[in-house]
């Protein structure tokens, strides 16, 4: 296979400005969730902290938006400020060229080749933007990330209103493409609303014809499994016996649902509070190496904010993290780059044939 | 002023099939949170329950997608299905005609005049729809109910994106034209950074300059506030000393601040318990006639959620709830629209737009 | 294979108000291209006008905002306005129900079933709405249609722009899925700039990457093309010897390439007066028994605008012309439906996935 | 007033590369209407042609995509390439850097100041982008420009679709800031029916009530003015008795209605041919010195394609050309700047709103 990472360009730290840089300061914190002043905010990139002697640490398991502690330990941690405690030291500085010790490397795998001379035409990505290739890239992508890498999915209702895109995706969780998703209880509902009845919001998920009292099925689907205990309880006793919710489990992979105010319900599993449930997506998005967010600009952000890109292996290397946002809406994308996640890459289709067309396209592959 | 509520049609219980038809059937709440089979669930409309000898009482603080408990005292309650206790009394019955003590009036109001003979353009509200009028109506109804009833909005971030639009909505509030206000962390943040810095998300709001460091703006704004205890402590010792925040609280406007995974920080006030946050919402909500909900899908729809279309006025008389929508997006309105909250009205427009125009247009009217 | 064409709901002329509904009046045009007072429009809908003696004469190869002209050999004629000549003998009459001779059959099919009964969610089409069923009866469609029917397409330039997709079109030409195409020159342009530098816009078509110079790609096509002679000769010598326009060349499909006001050139063979161009538009769409509109407002309502929702088949049964309309926007398909083609399906995707997933669904069918 | 026009940035030619650079090379046309290999395309930028012993002569009424004749007495001339004659002789070369005698200054007023360092929130124009200060500056340069410059409007039929819009712009047409229109039929169509009927599209304006048979209107509208002979006529005798085309007519203001292929009709004076059309917009457009175009993608993009990005004034200075774009669209405004159009600045607001707000905020300032 043609698949290569791009390697990681290593600064290099024996040299200026970096060899005559001060050690980074870390200050206490005195109040609950208050960062000291002139605290020092995390990217999306790789940074490094001058801890004395010329070690540069890395960052890992980073995101952007938070602040550094030195641990007890001696090791770094990337904390939002709502988890700081009094004591706690943070790094502070907001020079990012290494002269307060601390160096954001802001082009960590070279700028992509760009021979545009002069003048071009074209230059933003729009729903005329062709992409034949995304989706070239994306199978090689995901054959090299199913084994050697982490995909982490994040998962607008959207994608288990239709039949053929609700099945793609299960099938894409069978074939181990999946190692983690995100999604609110409205992907879970509806996913178990279409097991059980046949239907999204009442709408048969192929006929498209209205179920009589259809307006139902989605409160019946709760009511249902909150009886039951779980959605997985519903999946091992039968109740939910299709669907993504039933591959996920089936195949043991880790999944959050977060609350929102929109919610019915909710079922049972979705987390009520919002910033644990921000843990618990942190924790498994820390762990991806690629990411793909489908038609949910609430949770696509979310996410965006807590995805470097990098990750650093097992080896130690330094690696990128894809991050691919898949939308209708050229707004979705711009907004997703105006947060600062700026190394997303768009794709501007309706997600149920995106899932249709990727599995279809894996699938090749794999017979 | 030519202002006038339109008139109630009361179902006349004394007809068949209502004269016939069965008191409503109460069942015993098994397992905490889980509706008994057959439960009713409401909709947005008045509701009737038939609890014997004639007597049809209708719901009142109702919402869609409850059910409906008969408390000890005898009242009836609509309770989302999270809140049910064993033994709780709940309504079962899906007829909505009567048949089975239970009547859904969903034409409460009359239907618009409609003289649409044979065939017509222009059935769809799109971008291309005029809005001169709803302008107007908006003056006459918001002046009516500055008064006389109580005005909920619903604000997404963009309303403080703006110099002029921020500083025409807090003086909708200074002017009395705000009762409650609902929003989620990223308002109040970009509100207080504004008052801080003079920039949302590190861009001045007249002059769109990026600020120098402008990203740490938001998070600064935060810190400052977590420093101070509350947006309240904030707003009394000078620390914020404009905005919408401020003059909702300088007003004592009751407002929740609900949260969400995308939420930096958060601040301190902001609900992170997103079900806790619904229930102060709806707390806000029942009490509404009218609810403008200005750039923001998720606060919107689970607006339109918990609102239903009639208020039960103290003395007595049913009165419509007015729900407007304001949005760029066709997306957003017919998303609202096929959730069941058909009774909205739709805006397309730029909600900077919006703001400004309504508050000079409702200026005139004062002065 | 499973496909049926709907019953054509024959009106029984025998019946009141038929039976003495008076002949249809025709009144002289006095000035060139202006209609009578009272003049009778055209619909999309089918139209008898009663000839007298109770033979009411059905409308062949009509469009809408047209008027009926009663030639000299007693034809009934579907006219534009500008057409009109000083004493064509023009259809008069605006009641639609037979009382003043004609008759607009507004239901022709019958109403699709419609068990929504009270109330139902998700009454509009979004981008949410699924659409796997349109896919699996597109192929029964256009199976049947390859053979027995005609099928226009309209093209918008984004067809061509992705590599993937353009060659998924001219396979569905050599297949015989395209019997007419109707375009602007902009689709031609970049179809032939793919063919000669791979590129559109100056991007190429596949890797995006921006050609050196690309910016005079589109202007050198053109200019090439010019000095070939047209399009046709740039086929037959072997200059453009991939693409759309080659396939439908080479495959003798008829189409026509419409001017706008943004063209750069034209392409020799754009027809540059735009009614000239509507009436060879009109010659191929009013033999259509199902259109396409891919990603093209101007186009696509212009279609709209032309093709009526039923053809006479040769054996002079009627039956239904599917119209249907694949965007990116729900206003685009909005203003379809607010411009009175009501009969119109939508698919809300991006063109590109739906040229590659109808050519691949369909191959599968042929092999 | 604070207005002041940026400072031109004069390349100075006595210096390298520009010193030691050859004269342009013009080749003479064989073919009409086919420019010679190797032809030097224009762009929107100043451009200077080394006409021999360093005189470098600056293009007037540019436009992008033509090639540059020298004609008989020596001009240079800016032409479409449908335009070219054999013998015409046309400037060769692709360098845009002087080497080839063609100097493109592609930064003629200075890059706007830019002060984000490292990294920045907010790069993209989004419907969240504050434009109050757009407004405020609008006003400042529609001052400047009613006296001193040419204000050339650009209308999509939304103008006239709202009754207080349709009378904003009628007052703008009025007081002057408006130097010339470019427009499509629907534009006047509309704007008649609205003066005969009240309507847009059968839709009254200002109540939204369909009329009965309102589909008619529209045709109703072109019939009486193809009968009254031109709109012109229909102004002068009372016909047309408000609106937009009216106030056009009574103040003389030049204007170009060009043909679609969606057109119905046309009205008298609607230009069939779409390239005399372009020769005619080029004619208006050449003048400009503003240029607002709102919500029209297709006439937007056609005028983007003519408008230069600068203006030679009558003492021989240098200034630019402001060119502003309203749409509800992110996409529209994306595509205008794929186009290479590249100096268009955008406001995403529903132009009912824009034009109501600017004519308010320009009424101000006269009083």
Known sequence: MSFRLPTYLHPDFKKPPFDAAPEVVFKGVEHTGVAPLNYHATSIYPEYFHMGKGEWRL???????CVVTREKNGSLVVKEFRHLKPGDQVACGR??????????????FGAEADDARGFAFRTRITRETSFSIDYDQLYDLLDH???????????????????DARNAFALL?????????????????????????????????YSKQAAPLGHYHHLDAINR?????????????????????RALIKKNVPYVLAGSIRDDGPLPGVI???????????ALACRA??????????????????????????DNSVRPVFFYIVDMSEFAVNKLANRGSLSARSILTNVQ????????????RVS
């Open 173 to 205: 969780v069978r074939r181990g493409y999946v190692h983690a998703m995100l999604a609110g209880n409205a992907l879970a509902v509806h996913d178990v609303e279409a097991s059980l009845f046949g239907t999204a919001l009442g709408q048969e998920v």
């Open 95 to 108: 020079a990012e060229d290494g002269v307060e010790g601390i160096f954001v490397n802001s082009d960590p």
């Open 145 to 163: 990330e199913r084994k050697k890498g982490s995909i982490l999915w994040v998962l607008g209702p959207a994608v288990v209103f239709d039949r």
């Open 353 to 364: 044939d995106f899932v249709v067309t990727l599995e279809r396209g894996l699938r090749k």
């Open 272 to 282: 009520a509070d919002v910033y644990t449930a921000q843990d618990q997506m942190r």
């Open 225 to 245: 499994i909150r009886e039951v205990g779980s959605i997985e309880k519903g999946v091992f006793d039968g109740t939910v016996s299709t669907g993504v919710m």
């Open 59 to 65: 960052l890992r398991e980073t995101r952007m938006d």
């Open 289 to 314: 190496t690629t990411v793909i967010a489908l038609a949910t600009q609430l949770h696509a952000i979310a996410t965006g904010n807590m995805v470097p890109c990098y990750q650093v292996t097992e």
